[in-house]
């Protein structure tokens, strides 16, 4: 009896993290209708619907995120004891799962990743590089990176990366059939390359800081993407202006490529956080895995 409530408990996270029968199933490795019956037990056994199912998606109801909240976080410690007693005598062993925007995957998770690596060849680190807010818990991932800024204060924050900078960049080429903008309302007389949020699937609203005071700009242009890496390509092909990190158009910049615009109107943001449930006990390999992703001061 035991066994199979296990199983149908894990069957039911895995759904539930995947919003998809589909999906979880070939995660899981076993059919649609065997990890259906499985719920479908579960359900049955503790008198609850847990999931809602429609012909789009699947989603847990209120009781079934009851049942996560009880369950993610004690099923990651029982992995996190097992990590542990593997690694004695041995190598750190483990597997870290990170939530992260596709920008801080680039610039400062991955270099260090690829060295944290190549020291510890039996931990195993999963990027799920989403551009959207994820619930870590619910999700079960060991920690999500984001700017400082949007961090619950119930978390636990590392900085991973120094504060940055955006800019509004275009090419050389638009600049030759439009004038430069000099306040960020004159971006309402241009085309602008928007970027698509994942998580409430709004468009971004520029933001600026000057002369004592910050504004959003809603930016207006035929081209929507959902990539910071697609906005400076596009901008590059002479599609429009685009608001991205600075970073990632400095050597564009630097070439006569890109043409900045409104610089003083472009305020810094904080820097990138790894961040993670304060109650939560993490394995050996996370903490390695801390360490070596985090920002030392220069």
């Keep these: 009896m035991l066994r199979e409530n296990i199983v149908n408990l894990l069957s039911f996270i895995e759904v539930a993290r995947e919003c998809s029968f589909t999906k979880a199933a070939a995660r899981l490795g076993v059919t649609q209708s065997t990890l259906s019956h499985s719920v479908k037990t579960l359900e049955e056994r503790l008198g609850v619907k847990l999931l809602i199912r429609t012909t789009r998606n699947v989603a847990p109801t209120e009781a079934g995120e009851q049942l996560l909240n009880i369950l993610v976080p004690r099923l990651g410690e029982i992995d996190e004891k097992l990590n542990d007693l593997a690694s004695n005598n041995s190598l750190p062993v483990g597997n870290i799962r990170i939530a992260t925007s596709e920008h801080a995957a680039d610039a400062y998770l991955w270099p260090k990743v690829r060295e944290f690596l190549e020291a510890w060849p039996k931990i195993n680190v999963e990027l799920f590089i989403d551009n959207g807010f994820n619930n870590i818990v619910a999700e079960r991932f060991d920690a999500g990176v984001r700017l400082g800024e949007s961090i619950e204060k119930d978390m636990v924050a590392v900085r991973i990366s120094p504060d940055f900078r955006m800019k509004v960049v275009g090419s050389a080429d638009y600049?030759?059939?439009?004038?430069?903008?000099?306040?960020?309302?004159?971006?309402?007389?241009?085309?602008?390359?928007?970027?698509?949020?994942?998580?409430?699937?709004?468009?971004?609203?520029?933001?600026?800081?000057?002369?004592?005071?910050?504004?959003?700009?809603?930016?207006?242009?035929?081209?929507?993407?959902?990539?910071?890496?697609?906005?400076?390509?596009?901008?590059?092909?002479?599609?429009?202006?685009?608001?991205?990190?600075?970073?990632?158009?400095?050597?564009?910049?630097?070439?006569?490529?890109?043409?900045?615009?409104?610089?003083?109107?472009?305020?810094?943001?904080?820097?990138?956080?790894?961040?993670?449930?304060?109650?939560?006990?993490?394995?050996?390999?996370?903490?390695?895995?801390?360490?070596?992703?985090?920002?030392?001061?220069?």
């Design 175 to 298: 600049f030759s059939r439009y004038s430069a903008p000099v306040t960020p309302d004159d971006l309402h007389q241009h085309q602008c390359i928007n970027f698509r949020l994942s998580t409430s699937g709004g468009i971004y609203c520029w933001e600026f800081a000057g002369a004592g005071q910050e504004i959003k700009v809603k930016v207006k242009g035929r081209f929507i993407v959902n990539t910071v890496r697609q906005c400076v390509e596009a901008a590059s092909a002479g599609l429009g202006l685009a608001y991205v990190p600075e970073d990632l158009v400095n050597d564009a910049l630097a070439s006569g490529e890109l043409v900045q615009v409104l610089d003083e109107w472009c305020p810094v943001f904080p820097g990138y956080f790894l961040y993670y449930p304060n109650r939560q006990q993490h394995s050996n390999a996370f903490h390695l895995f801390i360490e070596a992703v985090r920002s030392h001061p220069l």
